[in-house]
């Protein structure tokens, strides 16, 4: 039985919003009831931002994680300090550690530091941390399969983004095979 509720959390502009509609798109693709609800700050680019996500086997009565998420994937600190109270006990946080140096306060939930940013430079472009952390995530939880996870991306990497495919793909790879 799957029941996962995610946030997804940072600043605008690091790919926080995508990270969930990815999640959104696999979820959809495996006939899984889904939601997905954005939340911005005042700024968009440099401002705050987060998305509620659920991926469950039976219906949604409200889209909306509050002090009950299973999981958060945190971008930046401010994020961190926001929603690790958020997260249920026996619960996960994905951590950047690339950019967040504080580690977890709570001792009664799993967190993974994912040095997001390194590797996005490494592969040659810093705008795919966000997938770096999606990838470790996925891995961990194993929510999502592999097939659905790349049709996903496909679909948020078509048009004017096809460029960013492969890449994002790498990214994806380099993110779930740091956790598996």
Known sequence: MINEKIICAGFGGQGVMLMGQTILYA???EGKEVSWLPSYGPEMRGGTANCSV???DRPIGSPVISNNATSAI???LPSLIKFEKDVISGGR???NSSLIEKKSSRSDI???YIPANDIAVELGN???ANTVLLGAYLKLTKILSDTSIMKALHK???GTKAHMLDINMAAYERG???VG
């Open 27 to 29: 979820g959809m693709v």
């Open 54 to 56: 659920i991926v469950s």
């Open 74 to 76: 945190i971008m930046n």
């Open 93 to 95: 946080l994905v951590i």
């Open 110 to 112: 799993k967190a993974y």
């Open 126 to 128: 810093s705008r795919v």
């Open 156 to 158: 948020a990497f078509s």
């Open 176 to 178: 779930a095979d740091l």
